[in-house]
T-cell receptor, first 111, second 115 residues
Framework: GQQLNQSPQSMFIQEGEDVSMNCTSSSIFNTWLWYKQDPGEGPVLLIALYKAGELTSNGRLTAQFGITRKDSFLNISASIPSDVGIYFCAGQSFNEDQLIWGAGTKLIIKP | KAGVTQTPRYLIKTRGQQVTLSCSPISGHRSVSWYQQTPGQGLQFLFEYFSETQRNKGNFPGRFSGRQFSNSRSEMNVSTLELGDSALYLC??????????????FGEGSWLTVV
């Protein structure tokens, strides 16, 4: 079946640094979604992408729908302590009827 | 408007028992999906219901079942609980379901501990 490769698996960063993570798929997707999950809570939608090449921002977060339609990127600028959590990507291809999920990127800010 | 509501938030069960979790989707949403998340793991898809019909099912044993009512509220049931069923169970709703590329919105989850 389809798989999403999300990387990195975890990141240790300093407050104020920029963060980048990405997801790649084995097939073409028509939808990419990025979620953040705080400890003990359900994932919260950050950004939704529906068009190849689309670049969408939500505050300090920016996500892009790759032009090959097989990847997506999430960038966080000037990280702050509340950015810690697990970031998940999810995607859907034309011939699938459910979302495919990445394994998550755990963001940890060094004290 | 109210978000996705899941009850109970926390529960402890004994091996061999059964459990029922409830989910009320966002008003107007007709699709409800269920996911299992074990500590440190990603989201494992259980099933999706749309207009009272199961539309999709993940790779879970038959002990995991669900249903959806006419008001779109959904329940999932796990019978003969095993220790490995301890997890955060997440419900997500969307207007028309995952197949149409709709974004899905999660509840806070139900934490199940099996002892």
């Amino acid at each position: 079946g389809q798989q999403l490769n999300q990387s990195p698996q975890s990141m240790f960063i300093q407050e104020g640094e920029d963060v980048s993570m990405n997801c790649t798929s084995s097939s073409i997707f028509n939808t990419w979604l990025w979620y953040k999950q705080d400890p003990g809570e359900g994932p919260v939608l950050l950004i939704a992408l529906y068009k190849a090449g689309e670049l969408t921002s939500n505050g300090r977060l920016t996500a892009q729908f790759g032009i090959t339609r097989k990847d997506s990127f999430l960038n966080i600028s000037a990280s702050i302590p509340s950015d810690v959590g697990i970031y998940f990507c999810a995607g859907q291809s034309f011939n699938e009827d459910q979302l495919i999920w990445g394994a998550g990127t755990k963001l940890i800010i060094k004290p | 408007k109210a978000g996705v509501t899941q009850t109970p938030r926390y529960l402890i069960k004994t091996r061999g028992q059964q459990v029922t979790l409830s989910c009320s989707p966002i008003s107007g949403h007709r699709s409800v999906s269920w996911y299992q998340q074990t500590p440190g793991q990603g989201l494992q898809f259980l099933f999706e219901y749309f207009s009272e019909t199961q539309r999709n099912k993940g790779n879970f044993p038959g002990r995991f079942s669900g249903r959806q009512f006419s008001n779109s509220r959904s329940e999932m049931n796990v019978s003969t609980l095993e220790l490995g069923d301890s997890a955060l169970y997440l419900c997500a709703s969307s207007p028309h379901g995952q197949f149409s590329g709709n974004t899905i919105y999660f509840g806070e989850g139900s934490w199940l501990t099996v002892v």
